[in-house]
């Protein structure tokens, strides 16, 4: 009874902080330095546009086996996934959406010409940052 008791008492304890907790779901919150300059940009975009505007936020997060996962092999890897990643799309209501329909990249005047779309759409691709943008290989995205 008494180490029941005892059990049950440091479990409500350990519990009371949990009525506190706040879940950080905003991407750059988490994965932005505090301060930086990124930091710095974005609360201006929120205190100038208001909260929620500044575009959507995507991002692939690569785990490994092992720590190194900075080696060229880790890499050229991650230079496949995010290829994968760019190129998937998804049919909804009769309508195919790929990332390009959905990411943040400079905005052109709209044309009703289909052809200039498309190669507008080319030469201004998604803004995509990753590791890769120390190499050639970055530019292959």
Same mark, same amino acid.
């Given at each position: 009874g008494k180490v029941l008791f005892t059990g049950l008492l440091l479990l409500a304890s350990l519990t009371i902080g949990l009525k $506190?907790?706040?879940?950080?779901d905003r991407i750059e919150k988490l994965w932005?330095?505090? #301060? #930086?300059r990124l930091d710095r940009e974005l609360a201006y975009v929120e /205190?100038? !546009? @208001?909260?929620? $505007? @500044?575009g959507i936020n995507q991002m692939v997060?690569?785990?490994?086996?092992? +720590? +190194? !996962?900075l080696t060229p092999d880790s890499l050229l890897h991650h !230079?496949?996934?995010l290829k994968s990643a760019t190129?998937?799309?998804v049919e909804m209501d009769d309508v195919t959406w790929k990332l390009s329909d959905l990411c943040y990249k400079t905005s052109m005047p709209e044309t009703e010409i289909q052809f200039v779309e498309t190669i507008l759409d080319r030469l201004f691709p998604c803004a995509i940052i990753t590791p890769l943008?120390?190499?050639? /290989? @970055? $530019?292959?995205i």
């Amino acid at each position: 009874g008494k180490v029941l008791f005892t059990g049950l008492l440091l479990l409500a304890s350990l519990t009371i902080g949990l009525k $506190s907790v706040v879940i950080e779901d905003r991407i750059e919150k988490l994965w932005v330095e505090e #301060g #930086g300059r990124l930091d710095r940009e974005l609360a201006y975009v929120e /205190e100038t !546009l @208001g909260k929620g $505007s @500044g575009g959507i936020n995507q991002m692939v997060i690569q785990t490994g086996e092992d +720590a +190194a !996962l900075l080696t060229p092999d880790s890499l050229l890897h991650h !230079l496949d996934v995010l290829k994968s990643a760019t190129r998937v799309t998804v049919e909804m209501d009769d309508v195919t959406w790929k990332l390009s329909d959905l990411c943040y990249k400079t905005s052109m005047p709209e044309t009703e010409i289909q052809f200039v779309e498309t190669i507008l759409d080319r030469l201004f691709p998604c803004a995509i940052i990753t590791p890769l943008d120390c190499f050639w /290989e @970055g $530019s292959k995205i």
